[in-house]
């Protein structure tokens, strides 16, 4: 039985990240091509089948209790011994489900925590109710009663033969017009080991019930994949981290030598790994912005959430207020009422004025009693801020292109990476004459780290931002 191939043309970044044809932004393979069937018409999930057992027990129970695991057969077939419920009893339950009660079911599941997602937040990963009743209504429930029953038959042996059950199941459910799909992507054209095994599974387990199976092979394009340029400067060293200030003529860290080195130039900025770029979204998304996000207030009462998702908690007095809300959102933690909707703060963003912007600063400043200054565990001296000007933060409301901003600000918004977004920025951030640069520093043997490699690659890159690396060598090199 032959299966049917499809070829995505794709770009490539790096590892196994692509630019999606929706959003232009570089993504995980399987969301990529989702994006791209989503692009001619269907729509889906990713996911490994989880959605499709979501759904055989929203049709199998007809009243579901909420808890956890409805995305897991073993545990469906644990509640089935549990509940005592024969072929017999089940076929009928699958029978006689109507699409209000296969609704009132999912209501149930996507209640639990472990299907919570925020809106507009983790959409290609998470199946949503609409979701969930439109692959019911694709259903032939005649020919999927008689797979839920070969499933459950066969559990202990498919699950033996294929190891972990949902290792070889389609990557991708996908429906257009009365028509389900289950989608497999390969990013080779060779026959693997694992290729061979799932062609197995979806021939033995899949297509003799009417599923039809999508092998996508994702084209690489050769000229996707956006590289870091790199410039050497040179400059006198003092020590193992001392530089001499082309600008001061000071012994100087080297973030600093380069950053004077380029304000003697004309340019302005500082240094700290966007720190000032979260200063500076945090004074433009708020056409008047509230004193609680002035603070660290919800960073404190989500600081478990943090950890659990950046791996350790981000210093400084500034903070990525994007992720802020999304994890504020997610965990269902902190008093969001003056936060507002990412909506709201994309809006300001986009239309606040230089004035507004200066009008924030001075309230952020002014109210040192929010940065937690002088309790235990609080964030330092107050002269950490004192490095942000009113007409250097002006200075970049205005010079920094707003549709760049506002794409970055949404890349910041999504749950899980927002807060890993929070850090691996360049060492410098700059502005001229309209122009906004970023550059990360590296002396002697520093190599980029991977995290600043995947910030600049899959975000700053893609966006079209001028980041450069540079490497900073001693004059006697030369």
């Known amino acids: 039985m032959t299966n049917t191939n499809e ?27 989702l994006h791209w069937y989503q692009g001619m018409g269907w729509d889906g999930c990713c996911g490994h089948g989880h959605a499709f057992f979501m759904l055989i027990n929203a049709i199998c129970f007809k009243d579901l209790e909420p808890k956890d695991g409805y995305d897991r057969f073993d545990r469906f077939v644990s509640d089935l011994e549990r509940e005592g419920l024969s072929e017999k009893e089940i076929r009928a339950n699958i029978r006689q489900c109507t699409r209000k009660s296969v609704d009132d079911n999912i209501k149930t599941i996507l209640r639990r925590t472990l299907y919570k997602r925020s809106k507009g937040f983790d959409a290609e990963w998470c ?54 799909r289950f989608v497999e992507v390969s990013r080779s054209k060779r026959k693997t080991k694992r290729l061979a095994k799932s062609h197995d599974f979806y021939n033995g387990v899949l297509k003799p019930f009417g599923f039809e199976v999508i092998f996508s092979v994702i084209d690489e394009k050769s000229d996707a994949a956006p590289v870091i340029e790199e410039e050497c400067l040179l400059l006198e060293q003092k020590g193992p981290h001392a530089w001499l200030s082309p600008l001061s003529g000071e012994t100087v860290g080297p973030e600093q030598a380069v950053l004077d080195s380029y304000k003697r130039d004309g340019w302005c900025g500082t240094c700290g790994e966007g720190d000032v770029l979260f200063f500076l979204l945090q004074c433009m998304s708020y056409k008047d912005i509230p004193l609680s996000v002035c603070g660290h207030d919800i960073y404190k009462k989500n600081k478990e959430g943090i950890r659990e998702i950046a791996g350790r908690k981000r210093r400084g007095i500034t903070y990525n207020i994007y992720a802020e809300l999304s994890i504020s959102a997610h965990r269902r933690r902190g008093d969001l009422r003056e936060w507002g909707d990412l909506n709201d703060r994309l809006t300001d963003l986009e239309n606040i004025t230089a004035e ?70 360049p060492d410098l951030t700059m502005f001229k004459d309209g122009r906004v640069i970023f550059r990360e520093v590296k002396a002697n043997k520093d190599k980029l780290r991977e995290n600043q490699e995947q910030l600049i690659l899959e975000i700053l890159k893609p966006l079209g931002f001028d980041v450069k690396l540079i490497k900073l060598k001693p004059v006697k090199e030369r």
């Not at 929010?370 to 950490?384: S, T």
Request: aromatic share 16%; proline share 3%; charged share 25%.
């Open 7 to 33: 070829v995505i043309a794709l770009k490539k970044g790096r590892s196994n990240v692509y630019e999606s044809p929706l959003t232009n932004e570089y993504v995980e393979d399987h969301i990529a091509v």
């Open 356 to 425: 507004e912007v200066g009008e924030n600063f001075d309230r952020i400043t002014s109210s040192p009693k929010y940065w937690g200054l002088g309790e235990k565990g609080g964030l330092g001296d107050i002269n950490y801020y004192s490095r942000f000007t009113r007409e250097m933060i002006i200075g970049f409301s205005e010079s920094f292109d707003r549709d760049q901003l506002v794409c970055l600000a949404k890349s910041l918004a999504v749950y899980k990476d927002g807060y890993r977004l929070s850090f691996g920025w």
């Open 127 to 180: 199946p949503s109710r609409k979701l969930l009743l439109a692959i019911f209504d694709q259903l032939d429930i005649n020919a999927f009663s008689e797979f839920v029953i070969y499933l459950i038959r066969n559990n202990d042996r498919l699950r033996s033969q294929y190891n972990y059950f949902l290792e070889y199941w389609p990557h991708l459910t996908i429906y257009k017009d009365g028509e389900l």
